[in-house]
């Protein structure tokens, strides 16, 4: 399983990259925000904070894909799950301040007072916003590329998310020129747009990861086994696990116990059930638990889980594949 080890290496090199780039221009953005006291950029900033935890949310789901093994009801964990309604209060948080201060911006225009919080818009800012989402598109077409290399579709979703927040962030730097010109009312109008904006983001994303780590049963166990025994050389299969949404990502668990004739080819066996599994209910992420045979006769009950090539009787491989 080489092959696919290295496919699941890339894709959890690729989102950690994205994660640490897009951390970065989040900070450059809101730093930029502060000193401008730009309600739109600072409104944008909510957008790529969604965009960095949703690639977050990715990296964990590929790094960590044995977490699914029933021990956590929330799929992947507490912890995670925790930090979502946490990211949501936030969001909830942020976006009511802005609105407020956008009402305050609004009734010093109304009454032709001064504004409590004028935009100061620079060339070098407009430059810097520029080269900022000339970064995203190039990760966001890096994620594109290795989509469809890797026939990821978190790799695939998390491009989605990049190019958005390239749209948006485009939208800013066009405002912001507009308010260089002495169109300062442009600032207050986006910021209220992408408030709104916000909120539809980050139900997209929740509503896509949330699935994901909730634990469930996505296809039934004694399906996947019928799928497991027609490949040759399967003599049993048990602790059957999946979570996830059948056509957008399913994350497979399983041990296999094979002939003893069959041990030497157990990762050509394991690529075979992958893509059984692959072809009938569309993109997974699979880990294999393979058994020479069993400690005990037929018939008897099954062995413990086992561990990890742990004596003469003991002998366990584990195979990762992702698609």
Not at 22 to 34: D, E, Q, Y
Not at 74 to 90: D, N, P, R
Not at 282 to 301: H, V
Request: glycine share 4%; with cysteine; hydrophobic share 50%.
């Amino acid at each position: 399983m080489t092959e696919a080890k290295n496919r699941f290496r890339a894709s959890r090199r690729v989102l950690y990259v994205t994660l640490w780039l897009t951390l970065f221009i989040l900070s450059v953005k809101v730093s930029a925000a502060w000193v401008t006291q730009s309600l739109s950029l600072l409104a944008e900033s909510l957008h790529t904070l969604i965009t960095s935890f949703s690639t977050l949310l990715s990296l964990l789901a590929v790094a960590a894909p044995n977490r699914l093994a029933g021990r956590e009801i929330y799929g992947h964990s507490k912890l995670e799950s925790s930090a979502t309604l946490i990211l949501v209060a936030f969001l909830g948080f942020a976006c009511t301040n802005l609105l407020g201060m956008s009402a305050q911006q609004l009734i010093a225009v109304t009454n032709a007072a001064d504004l409590p919080f004028p935009t100061q818009v620079s060339l070098p800012l407009i430059q810097i916003l520029s080269a900022l989402a000339g970064v995203t598109i190039l990760l966001a077409f890096l994620n594109i590329h290795q989509a469809k290399v890797l026939n990821s579709p978190t790799l695939r979703f998390n491009a989605n998310q990049l190019l958005k927040d390239v749209l948006l962030t485009l939208v800013v730097v066009l405002c912001l020129v507009g308010v260089l010109w002495g169109v300062f009312w442009l600032d207050l109008l986006l910021a209220v747009l992408l408030v709104i904006q916000t909120v539809r983001s980050c139900w997209y994303v929740v509503n896509w990861q949330l699935p994901l780590m909730v634990q469930q049963s996505a296809i039934a166990p004694e399906v996947l086994a019928q799928i497991a025994r027609q490949v040759g050389g399967v003599t049993h299969c048990y602790h059957i696990e999946s979570r996830g949404i059948v056509g957008r990502l399913v994350f497979v668990q399983m041990h296999l116990i094979l002939h003893p004739e069959f041990v030497e080819v157990a990762s050509q066996i394991a690529e075979r059930i992958e893509l059984a599994i692959r072809e009938r209910y569309g993109p997974i992420q699979a880990i294999f638990y393979i058994d020479d045979y069993l400690r005990e006769p037929p018939g008897t009950s099954l062995p413990n889980q086992p561990s990890q090539v742990n004596g003469r009787s003991d002998r366990h491989d584990e195979t990762h594949s992702q698609n």
